[in-house]
């Protein structure tokens, strides 16, 4: 069974790569750009961005997230 702080995690670490994927394809798409790293960078650059947040604002460990509900 899964608890709610293991679950955030998951879709934190899996969920992001997908959207930011299907983000940078599709700002690609609308830019029409025969270079495709073009829309690759963009994913980089928001990934990176996601790093970063994650380090300043780290989820909370295992069981703080139960306590509250």
Known sequence: ML????LALGIFII?????YMLVAWWI????Q???PLWG????VIIWLLGICW?????LPVKGELD???
């Open 3 to 6: 608890s709610r702080s293991n």
């Open 15 to 19: 969920g992001p790569p997908i959207v």
């Open 28 to 31: 690609s798409v609308l830019i």
């Open 33 to 35: 750009s025969n270079w």
């Open 40 to 43: 690759m960078g963009i994913f």
């Open 54 to 58: 994650a380090a300043f604002y780290p």
């Open 67 to 69: 306590e509250g509900f």
